[in-house]
């Protein structure tokens, strides 16, 4: 069965840097597309951006381009999930999850079908 | 962006109730909607894709209807593993979002 597996909790002060990981099996890394989805406590879904692992070809929601940066190793089948100055806002669990879907005048559309168990992210002074 | 509006937010409701839950989109998304459910301290699992494709093990009380702007999910017997939040992606954009949500709680 797919798993992403992720890494554990994070306590950051405002400032500092943070790299999140994402571990997939069961399947082939690099033929899926790998995203993030930010859940801001009590509150709903966010999707992120996606990255494929094969090329790291990455997409980011308006959103979040800049804030963040999602990047993949596909050596050891991980995605990341990097800030480098992080903000209390940044507090929240964050998922990754595998895409599933088609490609529409080149571009990637579709949903996620497998999801890690979450990493939360704690900011605070 | 394309926004999608769940209603309703929250929905009070008993074992064996039938329960629908309605997403919209501010536009036509043609049938490229995904419903998930989350518990409490858990990640979302996906439930249908393609506005009415049951996933795999997914109870088939659980059906998804709807195509342009309007969806539904609707749980024909809720049972006592359905309490949850409920949220809508729209996958239509290269940008998908997310429904606020639709907690369905015990009445």
């Known amino acids: 069965e797919v798993q992403l597996v992720q890494s554990g909790a994070e306590v950051k002060k405002p400032g500092e840097s943070l790299k999140i990981s994402c571990k997939g099996s069961?399947?082939?890394?690099?033929?899926?597309?790998i995203g993030w989805v930010r859940q801001m406590p009590g509150k709903g879904l966010e999707w992120m951006g996606i990255?494929?692992?094969?090329?790291?070809?990455?997409r980011y929601s308006p959103s979040f381009q800049g804030q963040v940066t999602i990047s993949a190793d596909k050596s050891i089948s991980t995605a990341y999930l990097q800030w480098s100055s992080l903000k209390a806002s940044d507090t929240a669990i964050y998922y990754c999850?595998?895409?599933?879907?088609?490609?529409?005048?080149?571009?990637?559309?579709?949903?996620?079908?497998?999801w890690g168990q979450g990493t939360l992210v704690t900011v605070s002074s | 962006d394309i926004q999608m509006t769940q209603s309703p937010s929250t929905l009070s409701a008993s074992v064996g109730d039938r329960v629908t839950i309605t997403c919209r989109a501010s536009?036509?998304?043609?049938?490229?909607l995904a419903w998930y459910q989350q518990k409490p301290g858990k990640a979302p699992k996906l439930l249908i894709s393609?506005?009415?494709t049951l996933e795999s093990g997914v109870p088939s009380r659980f059906s998804g209807r709807g195509s342009g702007t309007e969806f539904t999910l609707t749980i024909s017997s809720l049972q006592p593993d359905d309490f949850a939040t409920y949220y809508c992606?729209?996958?239509?954009?290269?940008?998908?979002?997310f429904g606020q949500g639709t907690k369905v709680e015990i009445k």
């Open positions: 999850a595998r895409h599933y879907g088609y490609y529409e005048s080149g571009a990637p559309r579709g949903y996620f079908d497998y």
């Open positions: 069961e399947y082939k890394f690099t033929s899926y597309w």
């Open positions: 990255i494929y692992p094969g090329d790291s070809d990455t």
């Open positions: 536009q036509s998304i043609s049938s490229w």
């Open positions: 393609k506005a009415s």
């Open positions: 992606q729209q996958y239509n954009s290269y940008s998908p979002t």
